[in-house]
Nanobody, 125 residues
Framework: QVQLVESGGGLVQAGDSLRLSCGAS????????MGWFRQAPGKKREFVAA????????LYTDSVEGRFTISRNNAENTVYLQMNSLKSEDTAVYYC??????????????????WGQGTQVTVSS
């Protein structure tokens, strides 16, 4: 079965950096657009970033543009989210997501086939 396993979350200070990783198995990783969503307490899950299966196209929500970078390694079936200049409002559970042969905009619009279990990111001010 498909598994997406996130790691790298934790407690950091505002201004610090973290790198999240998501290892995928049970799917054709190189044919999946991969992405990250997050959910803060009391809020809906929201799109953060996506990267198409070739890695050529990336898409970010406005609030993280310029601070976060999504990347992938198709040889290792892993997608990353480098988060710099973290703010308290970035505090959330971060979820890895996958969808087969869809655009990054499709994922932004909510087209997701598989989810990871989530990893907590807490930014203290």
């Amino acid at each position: 079965q498909v598994q997406l396993v996130e790691s790298g979350g934790g407690l950091v200070q505002a201004g610090d950096s973290l790198r999240l990783s998501c290892g995928a198995s049970g799917l054709t990783f190189s044919a999946n657009t991969m992405g990250w969503f997050r959910q803060a307490p009391g809020k809906k899950r929201e799109f953060v970033a996506a990267i198409t299966w070739t890695g050529q196209i990336t898409l970010y929500t406005d609030s993280v543009e310029g601070r976060f970078t999504i990347s992938r390694n198709n040889a290792e079936n892993t997608v990353y989210l480098q988060m710099n200049s973290l703010k308290s409002e970035d505090t959330a559970v971060y979820y890895c997501a996958a969808v087969y042969l869809r655009t990054a905009q499709s994922m932004e619009g909510g087209e997701v086939e598989y989810w990871g279990q989530g990893t907590q990111v807490t930014v203290s001010s």
